[in-house]
């Protein structure tokens, strides 16, 4: 059996942010209900309370504003070629002695995220020794998200009603058959050295051409499991998630 970390899980939550988005540039700064979407999501962490919470910057507007907000803020070389690795390097300036011994990469364009959401994956590594990698699903039977490549689906090897071992990741509809599909919700928990091993990895085959980072880590042969959870967290790519997502948290319909 192969040496893991200890059971016992010290999370770090680090935040990616950048302005630079094709399409809805500026979007961590996004006006939801008076308050900038990086906000929203930076309080939905700290209300999980499963560690400290740290925003990782590609841009001094955000890192001004998280302050503002009452947050900490790091800054990061805008030129790294992904938020991944934008959070390996906000851990390693916040923690550079590993006191911290997984990080939560959570996405700053989930402002309806439950906080509990972030506990479900989090407790994956403490639950599953050998898990490298935790992330989050949820069950859909819609035909719109079954054909849809923007939805990413999970095929899991289910291990208990709550959990299941990734087995594949991809834009289509699979697993084949009658049955609901695991969306997939890009919420992901690094064991420390698994962050650290990713980071040194080359983009493989699989992720280059399904454009899924994840499937880097299983072509390495690292483990990925994923929690069940009841609902999907609304994420903003475009105007038309932003403005579902003011009315969401505001409760207040465009005009």
């Known amino acids: 059996m192969r040496k893991t970390e200890n059971h016992k899980i010290a999370p770090l939550v680090v935040i990616p942010a ?14 939801i209900g008076g308050v900038p979407m990086i906000i929203h999501v930076m309080q939905r962490a700290m209300a999980a309370n ?3 919470v740290v925003v990782a910057c590609a841009d001094t507007e955000i890192k001004h504003v998280v ?5 900490t803020a790091v800054m990061t ?11 390996r390097a906000a851990a390693d300036i916040i923690d550079p002695k590993g006191h911290y011994n997984c990080v939560v990469n959570l996405q700053g364009d989930l402002p309806t995220l439950e906080p509990l959401a972030i506990h479900a ?41 709550s959990r299941g071992r990734a087995l594949y990741f991809t834009r289509a509809p699979a697993p084949a058959g009658t049955g609901a599909l695991w969306h997939h919700v890009g919420i992901y928990v690094y064991r420390r050295s698994a962050i650290n091993r990713f980071c040194t990895l080359t983009p493989s085959p699989l992720e ?12 390495a042969g690292m483990r990925i499991d994923a929690a069940v ?21 505001t409760g207040q319909k465009h005009a």
């Open 77 to 87: 070389d805008p030129n790294l070629p992904s938020g991944t690795d934008r959070v």
């Open 121 to 161: 994956a989090v407790d994956v590594l403490a639950e599953v020794p050998d898990c490298d990698i935790s992330t989050l699903v949820v069950a859909t039977n819609d035909p719109r998200q079954r054909d849809d490549p923007n939805v990413v689906k999970a095929v899991l090897a289910m291990e208990t009603t």
């Open 229 to 249: 959870i009841d609902s999907e967290p609304h994420g903003v790519d475009t105007p038309d998630d932003l403005q579902r997502a003011i009315e969401l948290i």
């Open 50 to 52: 499963v560690g400290p």
């Open 18 to 31: 950048r302005m630079a988005s094709t399409r809805l540039p500026g979007k961590p700064l996004a006006d």
């Open 208 to 219: 280059k051409r399904e454009k899924l980072e994840q499937l880097r880590a299983l072509e």
């Open 67 to 71: 302050q503002a907000g009452g947050g």
